[in-house]
């Protein structure tokens, strides 16, 4: 009986000194953003719009006034996870796969849940979709969202949950804000990181009509740096979306308090890139795709009522590299990554138990470009240098001839270069741009995520078939009407078995009936394209028309083929047509493999 008693007496210390240990570790809640500008809030200048709850955290916190991210979507995110530059990741576009993190990279999801924390996300993931480079293998206990970059339906849209497709109801925001809400009321009583990526204000312009409807008619006035160029009805709806967004982001930090844990919560808020329409941006050069000031700088507010003052400024250059160890150190968590880190931890600054100015240089790049900030400088893409202080616009370069400071920073880049094992080649440019599918193999057949999903996005089409847009994230296959025609992917499979194969596809009814073949290897499995499903185009999801690149949506039926014995190795699985029975054999958005045995 004593060893029983000795035992129980031990657990009762042991969750005693766990319970401590959790009550000393903060929560943590991490908003981003998609595409919005610096100058899109309140806090930042902008008149017209109204952002009281994203700016209460600066209010309450410290904003980090110089904080840069990247051009676009996946590079941010991929350095926010780790703590280093993209370019070292394996991370060079935002689709077809190349927005994957290499597979030997630790994220800020996997120190936490190291450390004891409840780890989830819901929202826009972009830095791969299927299993091993899906959040719930780089960290995360819980997913809800979508994992590729662009998603087409903002409405009622289809998104996965845990790996497992779903159609939800309402506006997209709010879901998954309904969702980060479910994971704190279900994880309040221990440490958590609940990771919020929002899907706006990314296209397409699709916003509920009571937050439309306060911006339709409204008068812009604030304009942009290039207002020959503005689109007064995109920035009128890019600032509905910051409303929207502003409410749900309330409605998390109401629940913290409610919950009596916002004094014991980091709350972040940032975006990934610059705006995506031309609109006020203050004053600075560029927008998303942009190595310019304004591509890359990003509103970045940060809060923890407990251990950071309120109302602060850090003025020394920061950015998305930053933030990983910034927030683990802040948390005491370890980070887990063996590798090296490009950030550095500003919670010394934060706290403003430090006040010197940083000497760094922080390096952004898209397709192969290259600009470098210094605290007072930038060099841009071109080699040309700029005084930031004096001439925050970009208006005016420096004279090449007399500048010092140009030819160190010229010598910085290429070191950089070499450093990330970034090209400097135009064939290298050129590839970057395009849509050219990622060599790196597709991994099928996890026991612990039994379901693998190959969407348009990551297939090579052969022949006569075209993507439904020339933006690959949210599109299909259209245009199939040969039987010399093919789509391929390009898997790795992990674990011999039976695997179920189904197809995501839409078909007019005088075209069902078409036989097509999936085959692996040696392995072939034929079915026919039927019944025929053929819904209309959404007609009422945008709220401003969608821009050609973008797909028309429409819903996806699912039909299962059968199951095949697929053995380990790579290959491509090829989908040709046997039979067309009519025009076209169907439109395919997805073919999905699961592990059955």
């Known amino acids: 009986m004593m060893i029983h008693r000795i035992s129980f007496v031990a657990c009762i210390v042991a969750g005693l000194v766990a319970s401590a240990a959790f009550a000393s570790q903060p929560n943590v809640v991490v908003f981003l953003a998609d595409d919005a500008g610096w100058g899109d809030y309140s806090h930042n200048g902008n008149t017209q719009v109204s952002t009281p709850n994203i700016d209460s955290i600066a209010r309450d916190g410290v904003t980090l006034d110089r904080f840069?991210?990247?051009?676009?979507?996946?590079?941010?995110?991929?350095?926010?996870?780790?703590?280093?530059?993209?370019?070292?990741?394996?991370?060079?576009?935002?689709?077809?796969?190349?927005?994957?993190?290499?597979?030997?990279?630790?994220?800020?999801?996997?120190?936490?849940?190291?450390?004891?924390?409840?780890?989830?996300?819901?929202?826009?993931?972009?830095?791969?979709?299927?299993?091993?480079?899906?959040?719930?293998?780089?960290?995360?206990?819980?997913?809800?969202g979508y994992t590729s970059g662009h998603w087409g339906e903002y409405f009622d849209?289809?998104?996965?949950?845990?790996?497992?497709?779903?159609?939800?109801?309402?506006?997209?925001?709010?879901?998954?804000?309904?969702?980060?809400?479910?994971?704190?009321d279900r994880n309040h009583k221990q440490p958590f990181f609940c990771y919020v990526p929002f899907t706006t204000p990314h296209s397409p312009w699709a916003v509920p009509e009571e937050d439309w409807v306060r911006f339709k008619d409204k008068p812009i006035t604030q304009l942009g740096s290039m207002p020959k160029q503005e689109d007064i009805d995109q920035t009128r709806c890019a600032l509905a979306m910051l409303e929207n967004q502003d409410r749900n982001v309330g409605r998390v930090l109401d629940r913290l308090k409610a919950m009596n844990v916002a004094d014991d919560t980091i709350v972040l808020y940032f975006s990934d890139n610059g705006p995506n329409s031309w609109r006020f941006n203050g004053g600075m050069k560029g927008r998303k795709g942009s190595t310019d000031e304004g591509g890359i700088r990003s509103t970045c507010f940060i809060r923890w009522n407990k251990n950071l003052p309120a109302n602060a400024t850090m003025t020394n250059i920061a950015g998305a590299i930053d933030l990983a160890p910034t927030l683990t150190s802040l948390a005491g968590v370890s980070m887990v990554s063996e590798k090296p880190i490009d950030g550095i931890n500003l919670s010394p600054w934060l706290r403003q138990e430090k006040t010197e100015v940083i000497d760094r240089t922080i390096f952004t790049t898209w397709a192969n470009y290259v600009s470098a900030r210094t605290q007072t400088h930038r060099l841009d893409?071109?080699?040309k240098l700029f005084d930031m202080v004096n001439d925050p616009g970009q208006a005016s370069p420096l004279a090449e001839n007399s500048s010092e400071l140009r030819e160190s920073l010229i010598g910085a880049?290429?070191?950089?270069?070499?450093?990330?094992?970034?090209?400097?080649?135009?064939?290298?440019?050129?590839?970057?741009?395009g849509r050219s599918v990622d060599p790196r193999l597709i991994p099928v057949g996890y026991r612990e995520f039994p379901r693998t999903w190959l969407p348009a996005r990551d297939g090579k089409p052969k022949g006569t078939v075209q993507r439904s847009s020339s933006a690959p994230n949210s599109s299909y296959f259209v245009n199939w009407k040969a039987t010399t025609d093919e789509l391929s992917w390009?898997?790795?499979?992990?674990?011999?078995?039976?695997?179920?194969?189904?197809?995501?596809?839409?078909?007019?009814?005088?075209?069902?009936?078409?036989?097509?073949?999936?085959?692996?290897?040696?392995?072939?499995?034929?079915?026919?394209?039927?019944?025929?499903?053929?819904?209309?185009?959404?007609?009422?999801?945008?709220?401003?028309?969608?821009?050609?690149?973008?797909?028309?949506?429409?819903?996806?039926?699912?039909?299962?083929?059968?199951?095949?014995?697929?053995?380990?190795?790579?290959?491509?699985?090829?989908?040709?047509?046997?039979?067309?029975?009519?025009?076209?054999?169907?439109?395919?958005?997805?073919?999905?493999?699961?592990?059955?045995?």
């Open 381 to 383: 893409q071109n080699g």
């Open 490 to 597: 390009d898997i790795d499979v992990h674990t011999a078995g039976q695997y179920e194969v189904a197809i995501d596809y839409t078909c007019a009814e005088s075209d069902a009936g078409s036989l097509i073949e999936v085959s692996f290897k040696e392995t072939k499995l034929q079915g026919k394209v039927m019944p025929a499903w053929d819904p209309p185009l959404y007609a009422n999801q945008d709220t401003l028309p969608r821009p050609p690149a973008e797909s028309p949506m429409k819903e996806f039926r699912t039909l299962k083929l059968g199951t095949v014995s697929l053995g380990k190795g790579s290959g491509p699985l090829i989908i040709r047509a046997k039979k067309i029975a009519g025009n076209e054999v169907m439109h395919l958005r997805a073919i999905t493999l699961t592990l059955v045995e």
């Open 157 to 184: 849209p289809p998104l996965e949950h845990n790996g497992k497709p779903i159609r939800e109801q309402g506006y997209i925001v709010d879901i998954c804000t309904d969702y980060a809400i479910d994971f704190i």
């Open 68 to 144: 840069y991210v990247c051009p676009v979507c996946a590079p941010t995110r991929a350095e926010f996870l780790t703590g280093r530059y993209h370019s070292r990741m394996g991370v060079y576009g935002v689709s077809t796969g190349q927005e994957r993190m290499n597979l030997d990279e630790k994220t800020i999801a996997d120190a936490f849940k190291a450390s004891g924390y409840a780890t989830g996300a819901f929202g826009k993931w972009h830095n791969g979709s299927q299993w091993p480079y899906h959040p719930m293998a780089r960290g995360f206990d819980e997913y809800l």
């Open 413 to 433: 880049v290429a070191r950089w270069r070499s450093d990330v094992q970034l090209s400097d080649t135009t064939q290298d440019k050129k590839v970057n741009r």
